[in-house]
């Protein structure tokens, strides 16, 4: 048992956070289960070619995605001292797979290169202190807004990552886009496992059971195992509707890490490939995607971790930043695309995570699955999509604290909120938050309410969702 004012306690700080090395442990060992399908998921998405038919190989995609997200989670941990977990992020490299990587002549070293000065861009702005002022000019009602976007965004990937609810193919008179599991109706043992870990977290919470979130994703798993041995439902993506969506329960035999991704990186071929101009706006894409997604996702994990001060600041929050920017370097670098804070996270918190020591373990988990990957097949989506539903509804409580009676706060507020899971991203949510609070603000003649680094983040946010019709228009 750790003793209060020991040298673990007093670096990691966790008697003064009221946590204890147990309940940090149980914190890391749930996000690292929360977010462990990154490890097989993003060999799929890196999956396809780029426009010259090259493809990355899957486990080596696998073996870089996970040693890359165990240090860097480690730093995280042991030098900025917060329950943040980093790995590959998913709008970033679904953006850097289906966008940057077709432009005719990239190869994937070059689109990787994209990453790294993104990252290096990150870096200066971080150590100017842009970044931070950035986030201290944010109105306390956005921030709060941000939270709860993240929190509805999270349980739709629970829902949408255990099939409970799936997009509608596309079809002649169909209006609806999404809808309750097959045809309005919840079919397969996957969703059996989803909808028995969802009551189980729930009442373990009710009962007010320590590690219930953690108990919920062992004992889903164990139920996942026990039904693949028995009925073997089949995975979605061999065309089984009623199947595992991603994971299907299993043991491959193991095999030694493929490291041979790192250092292939071409920093400046994409510039040589397609100009400065065409070059500079895939940059900066992925660029505000870095910032923003990471600004939201950590004032939410913040803030559930009770780590903000009353006046909205979070301790150490440079150190925060600079891991991150370090993410897109390092993730480009490996070849596993950018790396930042995941929205996962949020299970270990709700399980009790306060301090970094809780990053230490998670960190130190996904090296292990560097070595042991078949360990992260035995966990399907379905077993830990109900932590994900639970993580939301903690973080969808706070919307009580926004003044709903200021408009001017109440509609950006809304918007950030609503676009968050609707767009399936955290950076249009915020970007049509801070837009529409610069222009409320000004139609009601206070404009100087409004910071001046929230005016230059509204005009850079203008300039994102325009780049699409600047590239049209540019013929780049």
Do not use: C
């Not at 946590?19 to 799929?44: C, D, H, K, Q, W």
């Not at 899957?58 to 030098?79: E, K, R």
């Not at 193991?254 to 040589?272: H, K, Q, R, T, Y």
């Not at 049509?432 to 139609?443: E, K, N, P, S, Y």
Request: avoid cysteine; proline fraction near 4%; charged fraction near 10%.
């Amino acid at each position: 048992m750790l003793k209060q004012g020991s040298k673990l306690d007093r670096y990691f700080e966790i008697s003064k956070r009221g946590s204890s090395v147990s309940r940090e442990v149980r914190g890391g060992l749930a996000t690292f289960f929360a977010m462990s399908y990154i490890v097989v998921l993003n060999p799929l998405i890196l999956g396809g070619p780029d426009s010259a038919g090259n493809t990355l190989a899957g486990p080596a995609v696998a073996a870089a995605t996970a040693l890359v997200a165990g240090v860097l989670t480690i730093i995280m941990g042991a030098w900025a001292k917060h329950p943040f977990a980093l790995a590959t992020g998913l709008g970033v490299n679904a953006f850097v797979a289906a966008t940057v990587a077709t432009n005719d002549g990239l190869t994937w070293p070059d689109v990787m290169g994209l990453v790294v000065l993104s990252g290096i861009t990150m870096f200066i702005l971080v150590l100017t202190g842009f970044r931070t002022a950035v986030f201290k000019a944010v109105p306390a009602g956005l921030k709060t807004a941000i939270v709860v976007g993240i929190g509805l965004f999270i349980a739709l990937l629970g829902f949408v990552n255990a099939g409970f609810v799936r997009r509608i193919p596309d079809a002649a008179g169909t209006t609806v886009p999404v809808e309750l599991g097959t045809g309005g109706q919840l079919i397969g043992w996957p969703s059996l496992v989803f909808v028995f870990g969802l009551i189980l977290t729930i009442g373990l919470m009710s009962r007010n059971v320590k590690g219930a979130i953690l108990i919920g994703i062992v004992a889903s798993t164990i139920l996942s195992v026990i039904i693949e041995f028995v009925a073997s439902p089949g995975s979605q993506g061999a065309g089984v509707a009623s199947g595992w969506s991603l994971v299907t329960p299993s043991m491959p035999e193991w095999a030694a890490p493929d490291l041979s991704l790192l250092g292939d990186v071409n920093i400046f071929g994409s510039f040589e490939t397609l100009g400065v101009v065409a070059a500079s706006l895939l940059a900066f894409v992925i660029l505000l995607s870095i910032f923003f997604d990471a600004m939201g996702t950590m004032v939410g994990l913040a803030t559930e971790a009770g780590s903000i001060d009353k006046d909205g600041n979070i301790p150490n929050v440079e150190k925060v930043l600079l891991v991150d920017a370090a993410g897109a370097v390092v993730g480009g670098a490996a070849g596993v695309s950018s790396n930042q804070i995941f929205v996962e996270s949020g299970s270990g918190i709700a399980e009790g995570a306060r301090t970094g020591l809780a990053s230490v373990v998670t960190g130190l988990l996904f090296i292990v699955a560097m070595f042991l990957t078949p360990l992260i097949y035995l966990v399907p989506f379905e077993a830990v999509a109900p932590a994900l539903v639970v993580v939301g509804y903690l973080m969808v409580s706070q919307v009580g604290k926004i003044d709903w009676s200021d408009i001017g706060i109440a509609i950006p507020a809304f918007l950030t909120i609503a676009l968050m899971p609707f767009t399936y991203s955290i950076a249009n949510g915020l970007g049509a938050g801070f837009i529409t609070f610069a222009l409320i603000r000004l139609f009601q003649g206070r404009a100087r309410e409004v910071h001046p680094l929230m005016w230059v983040v509204a005009a850079a946010f203008v300039l994102f969702f325009s780049v699409g019709a600047i590239s049209s228009a540019l013929g780049v």
